[in-house]
């Protein structure tokens, strides 16, 4: 795996890894995302799922977890749990039983306000710009390693 251009195998430190980089930010975020989480009692997965309802309600299983790169598996005891919480409800598809749908309750929804009071602005210390630059950028090289994997 090459870290840099042009550096030696034998060099290299694990702050020269692009993954490492990318792996110790995602820890980051969660430690920013922390308070807001705790306060609302989700995870940082729970979370983004509720994300992706607020984007769009009423979705399958194997459409949601396409969104959130997750499999069927880890997925399901997570939307169980968000469905104790009384924020989802999980029901068959009327036109096909196989697929299940997510929907979020009012619950679901008003968690919206408090979710979002998350403030990237000042914990990132980016410009609007560059924040959007770097977003695209990321989701550039996500889906260029994804789209390594399939080739192979």
């Known amino acids: 795996m090459k870290a840099k251009a042009g550096s030696k195998s034998s060099n290299l ?3 020269d890894f692009l993954c490492f980089a990318v792996y110790s930010t995602n820890l980051a ?18 979370y983004v799922t509720i994300v992706a309802l607020w984007e769009e309600d009423d979705q399958t299983v194997s459409g949601l977890g396409e969104k959130l ?20 409800e999980r029901a068959r598809d009327a036109s096909d039983e196989r697929q299940v749908r997510i929907k979020l309750t009012r ?7 408090r979710a979002l009071s998350v403030n990237l602005d000042d914990a990132c210390g980016l410009t609007a710009r560059d924040f959007s630059r770097l977003q ?11 789209r390594s994997t399939r080739d192979e």
């Not at 790169?69 to 989802?88: A, C, D």
């Not at 695209?136 to 994804?146: A, F, G, P, S, Y």
């Open 13 to 15: 430190k694990l702050a």
């Open 107 to 113: 619950s679901g929804r008003q968690l919206r306000e």
């Open 29 to 46: 975020f969660g430690k920013v995302y922390r308070p807001v989480l705790e306060e609302l009692g989700l995870t940082y997965t729970q």
């Open 136 to 146: 695209k950028e990321i989701v550039t090289l996500r889906d260029n390693l994804l």
């Open 69 to 88: 790169f997750l499999e069927s598996n880890t997925l399901t005891p997570i939307l169980k749990k968000l469905e104790v919480m009384g924020y989802v």
